[in-house]
């Protein structure tokens, strides 16, 4: 950004959890989709008096999460707001009020849905579905399934729901690389956890890309520059792959390993194709509480191909917290 432009945003994110159950049994606790923590140690509605019985017990979990920004800026909005939900215009503004819940029946069938319900005084109130999935836990061979919309495993950024952001716009990499609303397909994903000594896993997905306002309007256009980026985003037969894998030598730092994969037809009607790799170190000052330092690194090249030939380019991400 040139220096003699002004832009200054702060952001707020709010979330609040309300869980109406009884508590599960101990051996499916931690499989709750969304949230690292657990459900046992959670208070259910009916408080000590819930009965218990030996069938699968139905955990629900609604959640909401508000992001609000308020700040100036001397850009024109279009210049502004590059992510779909990035502050767009000067003074306040509610970029994502997210309502969701996450859903658990006994060890072996889950679900999760979140929407996003934004404001602001250009376009008023906007609603979307972001991801509404049903997932099966613990199949043979140590496999886990989601079957439904879903944010591709892809990267360090795309999966993460925009109120667990760290800062108040979405990654410029990932907007040109993924969409201002990040890579979304509807279909199924599969999560393999590989039998090694560390903790990783294979993450691959089959579906078509869920098309959002202003992607259905860059397929109406013709194939100018202005309109190159969003026609050069992936549409139908989306195929991704991901590997994951995590190592702590001791119990107050670990080391993130990753590498994915994309191929499909974008909006062109060609194939368009994305590599990349990935590191992330993560200091803590202890295992549950005090300070942390995190380090990402990660780096992704795009091939894309378009009717007047093919282009690639690079995206480098360095972030320190």
């Given at each position: 950004m040139h220096s003699r432009h002004l832009n200054r945003f702060l952001g707020i994110t709010?979330?609040?959890?309300?869980?109406?159950?009884?508590?599960?049994a101990p051996d499916s606790a931690d499989q709750v989709i969304g949230t690292s923590e657990d459900p046992t140690q959670q208070y259910p509605l009916g408080g000590e008096d819930c009965e218990r019985n030996d069938g699968p017990s139905l955990l629900i979990e609604p959640r909401a999460h508000l992001r609000a920004a308020t700040g100036y800026s001397d850009l024109e909005g279009s210049e502004l707001a590059h992510g779909g939900h990035d502050p767009a215009h000067n003074g306040f503004s509610i970029p994502s009020l997210s309502l969701g819940a996450d859903i658990l029946y006994g060890e072996h069938v889950a679900g999760f849905t979140e929407g996003i319900i934004s404001w602001n005084e250009d376009d008023g109130w906007?609603?979307?579905?972001?991801?509404?999935?049903?997932?099966?836990?613990?199949?043979p061979g140590g496999i886990d399934m989601k079957i439904g919309r879903l944010l591709t495993a892809v990267g360090t950024q795309n999966n993460i729901h925009n109120h667990a952001w760290?800062?108040?716009?979405?990654?410029?990499?990932?907007?040109?690389?993924?969409?201002?609303?990040?890579?979304?397909?509807?279909?199924?994903?599969?999560?393999?956890?590989?039998?090694?000594?560390?903790?990783?896993?294979?993450?691959?997905?089959?579906?078509?890309?869920?098309?959002?306002?202003?992607?259905?309007?860059?397929?109406?256009?013709g194939h100018g520059h202005s309109e190159e980026a969003e026609m050069a985003l992936w549409d139908q037969d989306v195929l991704a792959a991901r590997y994951v894998a995590t190592i702590w030598p001791t119990d107050t730092y670990k080391f993130v390993y990753g590498a994915s994969y994309i191929q499909g037809k974008n909006f062109f009607g060609k194939t368009a194709r994305l590599c990349g790799a990935d590191l992330t170190y993560t200091w803590l000052q202890d295992e549950d509480h005090g300070k942390q330092f995190i380090w990402s690194n990660e780096a992704m090249l795009r091939k894309v191909d378009?009717?007047?030939?093919?282009?690639?380019?690079?995206r480098i991400l360095f972030v320190i917290e």
């Open positions: 709010i979330c609040f959890f309300f869980s109406p159950t009884c508590p599960a906007n609603a979307e579905l972001e991801e509404f999935y049903l997932k099966l836990l613990n199949l760290r800062f108040v716009d979405n990654s410029l990499g990932n907007v040109r690389f993924l969409g201002e609303d990040a890579l979304a397909t509807e279909g199924v994903e599969v999560t393999w956890m590989l039998p090694s000594r560390w903790d990783d896993r294979l993450i691959l997905s089959f579906g078509n890309a869920v098309t959002h306002e202003h992607e259905e309007e860059a397929g109406g256009m378009t009717d007047e030939g093919d282009f690639e380019e690079w």
